[in-house]
């Protein structure tokens, strides 16, 4: 118990079963540390999506317990997930930013959502947006840039409510190699910030560049679990 | 946290009800036309009652009594009489009283001055207490020994009985029907905007905003369909009330019924299609927002 008051993200013997039938997740047990970085790795449909749903509420696992941030995602309240996801900033492939909105809008509608006042607003964006880069993209639409770009709204939007931890699913999917390694080094500045990082990817390269925690998962299991290396045969988009 | 933020939901509502201009158009007219079906029958219903009411008020039956009665069979007639059911007071009425109260009642004509009282008869004037049943009654009365003739406005009065209960029949009906149409309608117009923005709330979900605060802007949004819905259909129910009513009253045949004033009504006619309108319109949207805020 107490290693697990450690731990900002738990999984605890974790099975998850989709309505149809499909077992997306046969039994993962792992334990992540507060401001650690972790690669979440494997071959598509092994169940990586999966996980980050269980971390954000989306499913429950039918088996077995979650714990994010204090939160207990088993038998959590309806009342108290919202309060769990705002521990949580979520970064998907395809950005998902609001067209009709300028950049600081995107940001502005996050921090409102969540109770923010304008004034908190106007304080705080400027220096997330300082963060990732794109400062002087303030007033721009989300069609008016690159898609490196768009990705770099879609990490500040996630910064933005100061989470406790950054939950990535294939940030760097649409993105050239170049784009991916910028994007990844900031995502690596962040975590040196003190915020939790868990990045989901396909990118060998990238994962045995960095040097982090990576582990693998495949058929719904935990393989591999160790520091620096992307370990495992075959891998596709 | 906390407050709540009225300003913003009441600009996210508006908003959301001009990104949309037509179909809130047709949501507004569909409202204010089933208001105005429901409010009509509603107030046909009132005046049928009113009109009841003062008939009630007003009603008498005369029963005339054969010219060979005695004194004595008289007042045995009084209290068989007294005895019907729904007859609430027998009063004896001479012939001689009677040429009175109608000399009384045409002073001007001349005419009648010198008329002989024998031409009259003697009669009893019956009050009764429930007009539902004055069929009945005037049945028994007239079947009742030594009575010679009567005079009643049964056939009035089951006229209005039948109006107002035909107008309340539709009305339940109609309020039922209308109720449900204007609701679905909402419900399907505030669903297009809760489409349009299912992005918005997607995110609003994941960043870990409340069930109630993504909820607001479109209760407020079915608000303030429902509410404009109201005012527009209370202005017209007015104007359509007066129309009626200055057509009664200069119609030769209808001039007799007397129509309740709008000044006596616009209380309760507002307030019913305030609530009506507001139950819609929150009711339609909580309907239409009630998918996105599973899981
Ligand atoms: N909503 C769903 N309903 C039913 N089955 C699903 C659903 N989502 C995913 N699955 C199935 O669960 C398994 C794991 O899917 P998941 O999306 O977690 O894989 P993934 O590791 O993220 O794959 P990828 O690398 O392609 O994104 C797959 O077999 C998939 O078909
Ligand atoms: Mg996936």
Redesign the interface.
Known sequence: MVESESAVIELKDVEMTYENGTKAVRGISLRIRPGEFVFLVGPSGSGKSTIIKLL?G?VEPSVGRVRVNGFSTRNIS??Q??????T???IFQDF?L?DKKTVYDNLA??M????ASARESRQRIPYVLELVGLEDKAHSYPNELSGGEQQRVAIARALV?NPDTIIADEPTGNLDPERSLELMDLLVKINELGTTMVVVTHEKDLVDRFGKRVITIDSGRVINDSVGRYVGGHIHG | MGKHNFGYFVHEGLSNMFSHGFMSFAAIGITVACLLIMGTFSLVAVNANALLADLEQENEILAFIEEDCTDQQIKALEKTLGAVPNVTSVTFISREEAMEKFLEDYPDEEYFKDLDPEILRDRFSLKIDDLELISQTVEQVRNTQGIGGINAYEDVAGGFITVRNVASVVCIALIAILFIVSLFIISNTIRLTTFDRREEIAIMRMVGATNGFIRWPFVYEGFLLGLLGSTIAFFLQWMLYEAVSKGVSTNDALQLIDVVPFQQLWKPVALTFGCAGILIGVGGSLSAIRKYLQV
């Open positions: 954000t989306e309806e009342r997930i919202p309060l769990m996801r705002r949580l900033g979520v998902r609001i509608f996050v409102r959502a969540v109770g409510n």
